[in-house]
């Protein structure tokens, strides 16, 4: 057992978001060293539980079954205050010599594979394939390996961390696993936060944000011979995608939109009574999401009043609905966190490059709490398809890296 602190401790003074990363001296720590070497030799049994969680079903709103799974392992491996809170996300306290800082490392439980989908894992040498199985069942189970060689080694933290296998990361789950975190479960209890998903060695440090609607258009509806001259619901729609498509946006930050899907009407010489579409816009640069959601709102409206106007009988109605609303933000290159993010990598003997994506750590970014996602080693393939694959060679480094990233920020 030896504790960690001293000049490392430094590095985190309170809130600071710059100072020396002394991840290098965690590597002299006779319990981190011990830990480093076992995720390396236990990187079967990672595997073993990775191929385990991944053939429980997990689609977004129905992950119980894979949460109790990791529950129950959270406990056997002797986490403390084991717990599911109201949203699904399964917790479970390493405590530290103080309770805080408090670092939360975090992998997601769901996929985008629904109801029965064959969840069988194939092995073929070292390749493994089945659906999720980098995305996100490599993260759970290094999640686990963390905490499992974290405890054989005995690694002691000045701060305290918790382990979270969180709900709702996928499409539609629109981030509703770490909005129930951040928000009530440990709402203000959160110091910083790393969350474990995909594959190689990475760190992503810009949030992605987007705001995805289905708009739908009303109308009497009526005969198309008989009613004609009645204000009709695809015609406003038609409208607004005219609009939407001369949309101006930025090129940096990339910001986009696209009207994905339309759908609607009753019959070929019906006027409809109702058309939908769905929209998806995107940034990184929440004011930059928050003008093209603006210039979007304004194009539909702008198409409404203007079929309204050329027919004047009947009137259409819109419903612009979110359903899905993913925050924007970033946590600057030379914040601690990033830079320790980059340091252990290096610590390692390996290279992590910065990058941007739409993970759960769009939400504390958008919080201002330091946050970043990092892979879980190995190689992906595929990821959200049916033939996703996963490489095991040299797998264990995602989980040395998660390891001793932990160790570093949980200070
Ligand atoms: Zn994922």
């Known amino acids: 057992m030896a504790a960690l602190g001293g000049a490392a401790a430094a590095v985190w003074a309170q809130g600071s978001q710059t100072g020396p990363v002394a991840v ?3 590597l002299q720590n006779t319990a981190v060293k011990a830990a480093i070497a076992g995720a ?18 997990a689609p ?8 109790a799974e990791l529950k129950r392992v959270f406990q056997e491996l002797g986490l403390e205050n084991v717990r599911v809170d109201k949203a699904g996300n399964v917790l479970g306290d390493y405590p530290g010599a103080a309770p805080r800082p408090r670092f939360v490392i975090a992998a997601h439980l769901d996929t985008v594979f629904p109801e029965g989908t064959n969840v069988k894992v194939k092995r073929d040498g070292h390749v493994l394939r089945g659906p999720g199985i980098g995305d996100d069942c490599r993260g759970l189970a290094v999640l686990v390996g963390v905490v499992r060689e974290m405890k054989k080694a005995h690694v002691q933290t000045p701060g305290s961390i918790t382990f979270v296998a969180n709900v709702g990361e996928e499409g539609l789950g629109d981030l509703r696993g770490v909005k129930e975190l951040f928000n009530t479960t440990l709402k203000d209890q959160i110091d910083r936060f790393v969350s474990i998903d995909g594959t190689g060695v990475h760190v992503t440090n810009v949030a992605v944000g987007s705001h995805r609607y289905r708009v739908t258009f009303k109308g009497p509806g009526g005969h198309s011979f008989g009613a004609f001259g009645m204000v009709n619901p695809m015609g406003a729609m038609g409208r607004a995608i005219a609009k939407i ?19 609607g009407g009753t019959s070929v010489n019906s006027i409809p009574f109702e058309g939908w579409m769905e929209v998806d816009m995107r940034s990184s640069d929440p004011a930059a999401l928050a003008a093209v959601d ?82 879980a080693g190995g190689r992906g393939s595929n990821a959200h398809a049916l033939d996703e694959s996963f490489d095991t060679t040299d797998a264990w480094m995602g989980t040395q890296y998660a390891l001793l990233l932990t160790v570093a920020l949980a200070r």
């Open 24 to 26: 290098p001296d965690l």
């Open 40 to 57: 390396k030799a236990s990187e079967a049994q990672t595997i073993e539980d990775q191929i385990r969680f991944c053939e429980i079903p």
């Open 60 to 67: 977004s709103f129905k992950e119980e079954m894979r949460g």
């Open 245 to 263: 498509q001369e949309m101006q946006v930025p090129k940096q930050p990339k910001t986009t939109f696209n009207v994905g899907r339309v759908g």
């Open 294 to 375: 603006a210039n979007f709102q304004k194009a539909v409206d702008q198409a409404v009043a203007e079929e309204n106007q050329r027919w004047g009988r009947g009137t259409i109605t819109v419903v612009k609905e979110l359903v899905g609303d993913r925050p924007a933000g970033s946590t600057p290159e030379n914040s601690a966190i990033v830079r320790t993010g980059l340091a252990a990598a290096t610590a390692l003997g390996f290279n992590a490059n910065l990058g941007e994506g739409s993970t759960d750590s769009n939400l504390p970014m958008s919080l201002k709490i330091p946050a970043v996602t990092i892979g």
